[in-house]
């Protein structure tokens, strides 16, 4: 099969499968020069005619300043696919990175990552593009997985799509699932103007290093190449232990469960539900806040299997909440809330320690937070209509 045709498959089927591109969108598309955002751009403006979706794309190219950048072969390429090309200066961009560079072997890839992001959202704004598309494919994704893995402590890679709130800008990914060695294919068999890279750190990164490893894995083990892949979206047979993590608060079987699952959000819901809007009456609309559900830490209090209360924590402005703190009527005091608020407490010390820790409590409770070390700061106000006092307490 010809590489477009491979290609277009795997555009169609992201699209599909993580709802890239709907009717009406506008997207910018990066365009560095490289094969991979070469390819992106021309399978495209191919996927348009083709795809029964109406949507326009728009090519943008950054200078971010590297010597020898030169924008003409990609204003002609975009060209000869029907399209004009935006060449948005940035080149303080290279200066900025030469400058954080310091004493490193090479550019700072990180910032110069969070730059162009910046840099291409800006553009999209100014022009009212709704969607930017980069050129990551499958084994950049893999890598990346790696990387995370080995230099982060973290089981994450990039996602095909994602929303970006302060900039209100998409991101996009369509060659998700197109693999590096079919995007090479591609270029040669329709003869595509790549351009050479003026990045000086270009071949020299961990992520080459990373390529490499992942060559002589899939040489020692070709199955794993498209295992790797498959992972990704094999959320059926997912299974760490983020699920089994049970902090432990007592030897009589109290302990306290983050909140990973959307089963486990459901009980949190419920046992807030019962004790801040039936019990207490506060407004449900106050109690839930999607913003803040989103960013909160929420853990479950239980007691040998049994789910008796929630916590949560967020940061607010520097600051460190803990809030939705809910305990059910007939396991009020035994001291198990005690237990989770400490530990809660303790657990956020020692990860942003030195910081500031506060909660908004209710007149009838103010002595169980003096009891824990927090003071009152300020008077008395209303939150949710209900009489409030901020205790806090400095680590």
Request: charged fraction near 25%.
């Amino acid at each position: 099969m010809k590489a477009i045709r491979t290609i277009l498959a795997c555009i169609r089927k992201a699209d599909n499968t993580y709802n890239l591109i709907n009717h009406g969108d506008k997207i910018v598309v990066g365009l560095s020069g490289g094969k991979d955002s070469i390819v992106l751009t021309y399978c495209l403006s191919l996927y348009q005619k083709f795809s029964h979706t109406d949507f326009t794309i728009q090519p943008v190219t950054l200078d971010l300043g590297f010597p020898g950048f030169d924008p003409y072969p990609l204003i002609k390429f975009c060209e000869s696919l029907g399209l004009k090309l935006i060449v948005s200066d940035n080149r303080d961009v290279y200066k900025i990175l030469k400058i954080q560079q310091k004493d490193k072997n090479h550019l700072p890839c990180s910032i110069c990552s969070r730059m162009k992001k910046a840099a291409i959202n800006k553009v999209a704004n100014e022009i009212g593009f709704n969607k930017v598309a980069f050129a990551h494919h499958a084994d950049d994704a893999i890598e990346t997985f790696l990387m995370n893995e080995i230099y982060g402590a973290r089981i994450a890679t990039f996602a095909p799509k994602m929303h970006l709130e302060k900039a209100d800008i998409t991101f996009i990914r369509p060659l998700a699932l197109a693999r590096e060695k079919d995007i090479s294919r591609l270029v040669r068999e329709e003869k595509l103007p790549v351009c050479d890279s003026h990045c000086p750190a270009d071949k020299t990164t961990t992520r080459e290093d990373i390529k490499n490893l992942l060559k002589e894995i899939y040489k020692t083990y070709p199955e794993s190449e498209e295992n790797f892949l498959t992972m990704f979206q094999n959320f059926e047979h997912m299974d760490c232990w983020f699920d089994k993590t049970e902090y432990q608060l007592s030897q009589d079987g109290v302990y306290l469960k983050p909140v990973t699952t959307p089963f486990d959000m459901a009980k949190a819901l419920d046992i807030r539900n019962k004790v801040f809007v039936l019990e207490k009456g506060f407004p449900y609309e106050e109690e839930v806040v999607l913003e803040n559900e989103k960013v909160a830490k929420a853990f479950l209090i239980c007691l040998n299997g049994e789910t008796v209360g929630t916590i949560r924590y967020r940061e607010v402005d520097g600051r460190y909440k803990v809030e939705r703190f809910a305990i059910l009527p007939e396991y009020r005091g035994k001291g198990y809330g005690k237990l989770a608020f400490n530990y809660v407490v303790e657990l956020i010390a020692a990860r942003f320690n030195p910081c500031t820790i506060y909660v908004h409590s209710i007149s009838s409770v103010v002595d169980f937070y003096k009891k824990l070390g927090f003071e009152v700061v300020g008077d008395e106000f209303l939150e949710a209509g209900v009489p409030h006092y901020e205790l806090i307490k400095k680590y």
